[in-house]
């Protein structure tokens, strides 16, 4: 899942806890718990600070807990079903908000922004792409884990006598395309080559930092995640290969390789590096093309990390003092 990088700043707002989460309040799902939305402009919006003018109604939050999923199933002949696949579904939040102000204009203008805060999901940008906005739970230890969001509906007020002069309460419903919730701290892996003595010279010696080898990755989401790879030269080819255990006990491996050369370019040289991404799949060159054709299809497998221990071995041809392998990834979880 791509996270957003925009300049974050509070809202102008004039109004004292902008930017803040506020203090801790208990959701139904979750437990304790402090709650921003940044919308697609950068800007944060504390949604559990009373004093911002707007706040959350936590007994009416929902979907925050885990992802609902289809499954697919075959039925057998001796009764019953068996599961063949299950399919993560898109997240629904219902996110009740009530805002408020000292004066009918005040209000006004405080559900003004918020409404124009989340509707700017639906809005595509110059590329034609619509950015969605970040939901960010933390908990009282400072972690917090986050979730791309679009409007759906529900920023209408109550319609009855009596709101919608000072105070007004509104249901939204956002919708999330990918269900899963993303630690924003990132895990990275980092393996270089140190300086290479002579084999002869005086004795047999080998670095200590070399990329070949192999490396445990420790995945502590709940699901599969999909790094980023980062290769520096120099390099002539690059393989990645990851080995699992099945559940019949049995070790099947899989892997893809990179070959500068079959793009025309030659080997990549000290200082130049490419960037593999797995989800979607792409590769860069430093100066952004197109690199994808330096793959080896079909055979090509952009495997991803399952939670847990998971066996990689990085293989670089071509290497020497300052090639490098870059893995990073966002620990994806079930519930916020």
């Known amino acids: ?23 801790p309040i208990p959701f139904p799902e979750i437990g304790f ?10 800007v944060v919006w504390p949604l559990t600070d009373t004093e911002a003018g707007w706040f959350t109604l936590a007994e009416g939050v929902t979907g925050l807990d885990a992802v609902e999923y289809e499954l697919t199933t075959d039925a057998q002949p001796r009764g019953g079903a068996r599961l063949r696949h299950a399919q993560a579904q898109p997240r629904t939040i219902v996110w009740p908000l ?64 009596g709101t919608g002069i000072s105070s007004d309460a509104a249901v939204l419903t ?11 701290t990132p895990i990275g892996v980092h393996r270089e080559t140190g300086t290479l003595s002579s ?14 080898g192999a490396t445990t990755v420790e995945n502590p989401s709940d699901v599969t995640v999909w790094p980023t790879w980062k290769i520096t030269g120099p390099a002539s080819q690059i393989t990645f290969t990851i080995t699992r255990q099945t559940s019949t006990g049995q070790t099947m491996s899989e892997s893809f390789t990179l070959t500068p050369a079959a793009v025309g370019h030659g080997n990549l040289l000290a200082g130049e590096h490419v960037t593999v991404s797995t989800d979607p799949p792409m590769v860069r060159f430093q ?50």
């Open 1 to 23: 899942m791509p996270i957003i990088t925009a300049p974050v700043t509070p809202p102008d707002t004039g109004e004292p806890g902008g930017g803040g989460g506020g203090v």
């Open 199 to 212: 084999f002869f010279v005086p004795y047999p010696a080998v670095s200590s930092s070399q990329v070949l």
């Open 98 to 161: 009530y805002v408020y102000g000292d004066t009918h204009l005040e209000f006004v203008e405080r559900w003004r922004a918020l409404a124009r805060a989340f509707t700017r999901t639906l809005r595509p940008g110059p590329d034609g792409v619509r950015p969605p906005g970040i939901l960010e739970i933390s908990r009282p230890d400072g972690s917090s884990r986050r979730i791309n969001v679009f409007y759906q509906e529900g920023f209408e007020g109550q319609g009855k006598q």
């Open 33 to 42: 718990a402090t709650a921003t939305y940044t919308d697609p402009s950068g």
């Open 174 to 184: 956002l919708w999330c395309e990918d269900p899963y919730w993303i630690d924003p």
């Open 287 to 336: 100066d952004g093309a197109n690199w994808i054709g330096a793959l080896n299809w079909p055979a090509a497998v952009l495997w991803g990390l399952e939670p847990g221990a998971n066996e990689i071995t990085f293989q670089l041809d071509g290497s020497g003092p300052g090639s490098a392998v870059d893995l990073v990834f966002y620990p994806r979880y079930e519930t916020a």
